[in-house]
């Protein structure tokens, strides 16, 4: 395996289960076809300078106003309604199944129950991180993350990138007068905007009933962008197919998660652990450039949280 590969790479001496190379050979497919990002953390040398970075003056679906977020009451933002659901895959009846993806050497696969949360529509965009960076002045450690079209997906962002902008868009949005009223209300009951778990990224992108893709049980073209050369803007391919309506759960970008990468059977107590951490991060979803193997729900990456790469992005969850 390359160095690149070995970045990717979370090993589990206890579980003999958990093979590097069948948990992460799905990120280190895509490589050979993409261009790798380099994975430093503020160089001054890659930083794009703030005087350049220019936001349309509006933009179809989101709101200026608003660092634009989608332009509804929910700022985008979908109810996963609580309750249980199946996580990890059987290879009986997923053929495509990693052995990462197995939830103990006797069970397949688990039932986790999770509360009710909101999960954002869309993968953050260019824009959306752009208006938090010039507010800021944050340090992007690669000025190509902002270079793409204003409402493609943001990429080229760390963990610890997308960590400081939800932290960010969290605290921006309890103070703004500006916030709709329906999300108010639920900062006013307690509620955050983080990344999601790993068990609400595959609650949300599968449903209840246990759907190898967002959609359903077969890989179709028409629901997501995959087997392709780059990103497209958020909701080019509308799924009202997929469960809860979300959009690009799979392809387009990987997408970070506050889940630490171990063995499975999922401990929901380990999301609690000191974020600032040294650990390898959960992504999930598959890129633009993944085979269909690489974009079902119940996939798993991990990654070094300095890493950027043209294929790794993160979407919203709006939890308590």
């Known amino acids: 395996m390359s160095a690149a590969g070995q970045a990717f790479v979370k090993e589990s001496n206890e579980q003999p289960w958990m093979v590097a190379a069948a948990a992460l050979g799905l990120v280190v497919a895509a490589w050979g076809s993409l261009e790798l990002a380099p994975t430093n953390r503020g160089n001054s ?6 005087a350049s970075l220019v936001l349309p003056s509006e933009l179809s679906g989101f709101d200026p106003v608003l660092w634009f977020l989608p332009d509804d009451g929910l700022l985008g933002f979908v109810e996963i309604v609580g309750g249980s659901f199946t996580m990890g895959s059987d290879p009986e009846t997923d ?21 009710t949360f909101y ?5 953050v965009t260019v824009a959306q991180f ?16 902002l270079q793409s079209g204003p409402n493609h997906p943001v990429a080229r962002v760390s963990w610890t990138d997308a960590l400081a902008y939800t932290r960010w868009l969290d605290t921006t949005l309890m103070a703004s007068q500006s916030t709709p009223a329906l999300v108010s209300d639920r900062f006013g009951e307690g509620w955050h905007i983080e ?18 893709y967002p959609w359903g049980d077969k890989a179709q073209s028409e629901y997501a962008n995959y087997r392709a050369r780059e990103t497209t803007p958020v909701g080019s391919f509308p799924c009202a197919a997929c469960a809860n309506n979300l959009e690009d759960m799979s392809g387009n970008v990987w997408e970070w998660t506050r889940s630490p990468y171990q063995a499975y059977p999922y401990d929901p107590s380990d999301d609690l652990d000191d974020l600032e951490g040294d650990a390898l991060w959960v992504m999930r979803g598959g890129s633009f450039g993944d085979p269909e193997q690489h974009i079902r729900a119940a996939n798993r990456g991990g990654a ?14 709006l939890t308590r």
């Open 95 to 115: 053929s495509l199944a990693f052995d990462a993806e197995r939830w103990s050497g006797d069970r397949a696969q688990g039932l986790v129950e999770l509360p």
């Open 119 to 123: 999960m954002s529509r869309y993968e």
């Open 45 to 50: 040398e890659t930083e794009q300078p703030m």
């Open 195 to 212: 990344l999601p778990t790993e068990a609400q990224w595959e609650k949300a992108a599968r449903g209840t009933d246990g759907r190898i």
């Open 304 to 317: 070094d949280p300095g890493v950027r790469r043209p294929f790794i992005g993160f979407r919203l969850v």
């Open 130 to 145: 752009t208006a938090f960076v010039r507010a800021t002045g944050y340090r992007v450690g690669d000025s190509r993350a």
